[in-house]
């Protein structure tokens, strides 16, 4: 816990002026002396000034948005080569990305604050055994594909890893026991990320944890950009030359760590902006709980699966496709030039997003913790996503579903471990099959062996050509390359 700055009295002064007069009270009543500064020291974190403000914009007087002028499909760089401004050329792009990685102009930042509920996994989510067969963690699967691409370019790419207090000791000690795998531990940045206080949903009240402890939850990974600036990270990367970051989550094992097609395109297309660029999949089906690429009043955005009407999500092309079928995977470039200009100018600030929750909570008034039976307290997160409108033209670029999307979020079903190892499996018999392997597809399109295909051999189909293949996989076997 940091030192504590402000006197207490003046820190008890502020807490009434934001409605947290409960909390000053206790805060006085606290002994030692030592636990005193300690809880003071949590308070002091949280941005009080701002408080007053979002108690009432998200609790006793929320605001409904007013609704869009029009909402229409985001353009985007389709895989069939058609484009917002007719056809494009891959290679041109990726020559261009290319450039960019070599020059050391670019950067991987993975957000690994989350808390990880739905995967009920004790550590930080990027330390879980990942991969189908060695189990490799998700971050030795980000490392590995780094050092790959380092080999590939001739370069070095740092790494900015985003923790939250809940993981961050545990995610750098993970890598330190294992030797960063790999990279230099130099060139990797972990940087903790803000925290917001759990608020009671009726009164907006600060909730304690214990007596000792305030009841927080990580700021969302819209909170990346104040904790790049806070943290320095941002300005390492400034020093360091860096002009674009790669933006990934540290739940999807397939993210590509640096795509110089999408880079290039980010950077240079006509246009684009060159701030603030994402990756799409075809949606699965008009329902995918996924945020949809819209053109929202001319701005391009994404909308939350939850927050697109009905009738819209089905709308279907005379094709039969999907009109909004451009579902988001969490995949952007970002400019550090866009970063610097979020966080220094005030109009461009990011909202919040409120959710409500069960939270435990210390009763003050009581002294008892309660376990409550229903939604007791709102969230407040900021989505990095929200960066999309704000930015000057934001460009969307579709990528293969099973090529760059197998995330590992629940302990079971959609999007679990066992649907994320199924698909690791196919994307690497996809790429065997390109180079001439015999592979034993099941007729619903997955794979009927476990194949595991290590970054530092391949990151992509094509860097298979000339290695010593199977030239076919057995029914239900087992291959690592
Ligand atoms: P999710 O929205 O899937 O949340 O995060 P989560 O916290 O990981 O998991 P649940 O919802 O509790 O089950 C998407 C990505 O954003 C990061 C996560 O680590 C993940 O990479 N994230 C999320 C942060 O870095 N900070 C946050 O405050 C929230």
């Keep these: 816990m940091p030192e504590l700055q402000t006197p207490i009295e003046e820190l008890c002064k502020k807490l009434e002026q934001c409605g947290q007069g409960h909390l000053a009270q206790y805060l006085r009543g606290v002994t030692p002396q030592s636990a005193r500064e300690n809880l003071a020291s949590q308070i002091e974190a949280i941005d009080l000034d701002e408080l007053n403000d979002l108690i009432e914009r998200y609790i006793t007087n929320p ?6 002028a029009s909402i229409e499909p985001a353009p985007y760089y389709a895989l069939d080569g058609t484009g917002p401004t007719g056809g494009w050329d891959a290679a041109q792009y990726r ?3 290319e450039r960019l990685i070599r020059e050391g102009k670019v950067a991987c930042f993975t957000v690994a604050g989350g808390q990880g509920s739905r995967l009920g996994y004790e550590g930080p989510k990027g330390c879980y055994p990942t991969s189908c067969v060695k189990d490799k963690p998700l971050f030795q699967l980000f490392a590995e594909s780094i050092r790959a691409n380092e080999i590939k370019h001739d370069c ?17 000690s993970f890598f330190e026991a294992h030797d960063c795998f ?3 531990r130099d060139q990797i940045m972990f940087f903790n990320q803000g925290v917001m206080p759990s608020l009671d949903a009726k009164s907006g009240e600060m909730l304690m944890s214990d007596p000792m402890h305030l009841a927080t939850n990580p700021d969302g990974h819209g909170g990346s950009f104040k904790a790049l600036h806070v943290s320095g990270a941002l300005g390492d990367m400034q020093a360091r030359g860096i002009e674009h970051v790669s933006y990934f989550q540290v739940d999807n094992p397939h993210a590509r760590v640096v795509d110089q097609v999408f880079l290039g395109l980010h950077a240079t297309a006509p246009d684009s902006s060159g701030e603030f660029s994402s990756k799409m999949v075809a949606k699965a089906s008009w329902d995918e709980k996924v945020g949809v690429f819209c053109s929202v009043d001319g701005r391009t955005e994404i909308i939350e699966y939850s927050d697109l009407d009905e009738s819209l999500a089905k709308r279907t092309e005379a094709g039969g496709r999907l009109s909004f079928n451009a579902g988001s995977i969490a995949i952007h470039a970002i400019s550090v030039a866009f970063i610097d200009r979020i966080i220094n100018d005030k109009s461009a600030a990011l909202p919040y997003h409120r959710a409500i929750k069960k939270v435990p909570y210390f009763d003050l008034s009581t002294g008892r913790p309660v376990e409550p039976s229903s939604n007791n307290a709102v969230k407040l997160e900021k989505f990095v996503f929200d960066g999309i409108p704000i930015a000057g033209r934001s460009i969307v670029v579709e990528t293969d579903r099973v090529e760059e999307f197998a995330p590992v979020k629940n ?12 698909l690791q499996s196919q994307r690497a018999a996809r790429w065997l099959e390109a180079n001439g392997t015999q592979v034993p597809w099941n007729q619903d399109g997955s794979v009927n062996a ?4 290590s970054p530092l051999t391949a990151t992509c189909a094509d860097e298979l050509a000339g290695k010593e293949l199977p030239v076919s996989i057995e029914p239900g076997s087992i291959v690592v390359l």
């Design 63 to 68: 605001a409904a948005t007013p609704p869009p």
């Design 95 to 97: 020559n261009a990305g």
């Design 156 to 172: 070095e790419i740092p790494w900015y890893i985003m923790t939250s207090p809940l993981n961050h000791d545990a995610t750098v």
């Design 182 to 184: 790999g990279l230099k």
């Design 411 to 422: 302990a079971t079903g959609t999007d679990s471990i066992v649907s994320s190892k199924q």
């Design 450 to 453: 476990t194949i595991e295909i």
